[in-house]
Structures are given as C-alpha cells and as structure tokens.
C-alpha cells in the first residue's frame, strides 16, 4: 500500500514523470490524460511546461522538435481514444457510481462547459483539467461528425502543446536559474487553471439545483 501511494505521489508530479520515466512516461501520461476517464486526475499544464522547461535547460535530454511531436500525436490519439469511448460507451458515465478514481460531478461539468462553447470546448478545454478528459467523450456521446472532430482534435493538440512546450523552453534557455523555483510555477499554474474549472463547477451546480 505504501509503494502504490509513492508511486502515484510521482505520478502526479511533472518533475518526477519526466526524471524516471523520459519521453515515453510523459507521452503515456498525456494519452491518458486526454483519453481515459479516469485520467483526469494526472497532470497535464504543468507537465508539457515543465518539459519544455527542463529541455531549454538542457535537463530532460530530447530534441524540442521530437518532445513537440512526439506530445502532440499523443494528445490527438488520446484524444480520439476518448471519442470512440464516448461514442459507444459514453452514456453509461452518466448512469455510473462515484468511486476513487471516478466522480460523475466532473461529467456533468464537462457537459456544461461543452453545452455553452459547442466544438470550440475541445480547443479551450485542452487548457481545462478535467475538461480536458472528458470533452472528447462527450464530442462521441452526441456523435459529433468525425471530420469537424479531427479538426478540434488536431488544432487544439496542437495549440496546447506547443504553446506550454515553447513557453517552458524558452523561458529555460533564457532563464535557466528558472528551474530552481519550478515548484513555485507549476502552483502559479494549477491556481490558474483551476478557477475556470471551479467556475464551471459552480454553474453547472447551480443549474441542477434550479432544476
């Protein structure tokens, strides 16, 4: 019991991932994350920045075009995994019981943030935790047309990823001190992206309860 709670301590820990794992450990945790539902809870800003960060200073030893790839496919594919997910199985997430890994409240949040930006949720929500996770699955639920999919799909990989990757990167190839307070700046990140989150949360709860 204790190793598998060190262990998904350093799962959850950008820095960790990228010092044990490498590439492959970063590129599996991305797929999961915007492919499994029950990936919601692995981190997804703050791991691209701090890859592109450790690259920069040349800590993490990978070419920048192969870590923006590399990334980027499996964003997309993790991303289609999730479609297929929602497309023939996705309904029953709404009937399913909250366990450890699973909240049916971050479903319906997902739904409502997908509900008031339509297509455009797959883009802004890549920049969302657990929207992230869950807008593909619910672009396969209502069977959003795979063309006007693999549109939001590739753009909005694209965009997540180079934009953190870039910041991190040349942010440690001008700054390289920068990787001593990488602690300070994964928390700046996760307060940011958080209050949207917590935004939709709120709205979605308030929508139920006027229903």
């Known amino acids: 019991m204790i ?3 060190e262990f998904l301590k350093q799962l959850v820990n950008p820095e960790s ?6 590439i492959a450990l970063l590129v599996a945790v991305v797929f ?3 492919g499994l539902f029950f990936g919601f809870f692995l981190p997804g800003d703050s791991l691209l920045f701090t890859a592109g960060l450790l690259c920069g200073t040349g800590m993490f030893d ?4 192969v870590l923006l790839a590399s990334v980027s496919i499996a964003g997309i594919l993790g991303n289609m995994v ?5 497309r023939y199985t996705g309904e029953a997430l709404f009937k399913r019981d909250d366990t450890l890994l699973f909240k049916k409240r971050y479903v319906l949040m997902a739904q409502d943030f997908y509900q008031r930006h339509g297509g455009l949720a797959l883009i802004a929500g890549r920049f969302l935790p657990i929207i992230r996770t869950f807008a593909p699955i619910l672009a396969g639920v209502i069977k959003m047309d795979m063309k006007i999919f693999l549109f ?3 753009s909005g990989s694209a965009l997540w990823v180079f934009s953190l990757i870039l910041l991190g990167y040349f942010l440690g190839t001008t700054f390289p001190q920068v990787k001593d307070y ?3 700046i994964i928390i700046g990140l996760i307060i940011v992206t958080a209050i949207p989150v917590y935004k939709s949360y709120r709205s979605e709860k308030a929508r139920m309860t006027e229903t």
């Open 62 to 65: 990978v070419h920048l075009s």
């Open 182 to 184: 990488l602690e300070y």
């Open 32 to 34: 999961a994350e915007t």
């Open 3 to 5: 190793e598998a709670w």
């Open 82 to 86: 999730g479609y297929y997910f929602g």
């Open 17 to 22: 991932i990228i010092q044990y794992g490498g």
């Open 152 to 154: 939001y799909n590739i």
